[in-house]
């Protein structure tokens, strides 16, 4: 394999193949690691080697695993939905520090697998939290973490605010597609098997937001929050959709890489 070639398909191939081989061993990463001479079964040594054939050719770990860790929850993950990010989980940071009542109303807009609701209602067990998808597959999905995790998070099917009942929330969240159609990163790594509805949101990947900022505050109490994951360079303009909008102390938050990665107001 040449070196652009590797490079595409994983920065950290010790640490796949460690999880993958922990995957079908059952053994957790550190338990094969205190036993390397352990020998596998051929059923096991053959899944193992599909699976990296699999991640060879791009497939993301969280997908071959069926799993993925946000927020220290075990998410199930499908490649019907977006495999959470850790700088989804500063998004989560930065919500759980908004001055909200402790019974706050919230919806999770886009939930996908459900990361983002689930990981407040952890921490916020008086929250009321609901959160929606377009996709039937991701509803199901995030239906399934809920009750997996025990959490109370109601799901149900909707584009955005389209099909939601009255209500008025004091937080609105959402980590949307924010992806420019011909954003060249979209052809290298794990981004390439990923949902393209979860990440593409038109020629300057503003569509959807656009959308959701223009409806929230239809949907919002007057002190209520809007907050939103954006590309490390939308900042701005992101920033002026929730000015024109009318929301007040509207400021961006950084991710772990030091990007402007999210808006509030
Ligand atoms: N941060 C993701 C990426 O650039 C995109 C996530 C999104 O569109 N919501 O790969």
């Given at each position: ?215 929230a505050p239809s949907?919002l ?24 909008r009318g ?19």
């Amino acid at each position: 394999m040449d070196k652009a070639v590797r490079r595409i398909t994983s920065d950290t191939p010790r640490l796949d193949a460690e999880l993958l081989l922990a995957h079908v061993s059952g053994l957790s990463r550190s338990g094969f690691r205190a036993f390397p001479e352990r020998e596998m079964d051929a059923r096991r040594a053959a899944e193992f080697e599909d699976l990296v054939v699999q991640r060879a050719q791009g497939m993301p770990v969280a997908y071959l695993l069926g799993h993925q860790e946000f927020w220290s929850l075990l998410l199930n993950v499908s490649s019907s939905t977006l495999i959470p990010r850790p700088d989804t989980e500063c998004l989560v940071e930065q919500a759980l520090e908004l001055p909200l009542p402790d019974n706050a109303r919230v919806i999770d807009l886009g939930t996908g697998t459900g990361a983002i609701a689930l990981a407040l209602a952890s921490e916020r067990p008086g929250w009321v939290i609901s959160a929606c998808d377009l996709m039937e597959e991701a509803v199901a999905l995030a239906q399934a973490n809920a009750s997996q995790l025990q959490l109370p998070v109601e799901v149900f099917q909707s584009r955005w605010f389209s099909d939601l009942l009255a209500a008025s929330f004091d937080l609105i969240v959402s980590n949307p597609p924010y992806v420019a159609s011909e954003d060249h990163h979209l052809d290298e790594g794990d981004v390439r098997f990923e949902p393209a509805s979860a990440l593409i949101s038109g020629p300057d990947g503003l569509d959807d937001i656009r959308l959701i900022v223009d409806a929230a505050p239809s949907w919002l109490n007057s002190e209520g929050w809007l907050i939103l994951e954006h590309g490390f360079d939308q900042a701005e303009a992101v920033q002026e959709l929730f000015a024109a909008r009318g929301f007040a102390k509207v400021e961006s938050r950084k991710d772990y890489g030091g990007n402007d990665r999210m808006t509030l107001g």
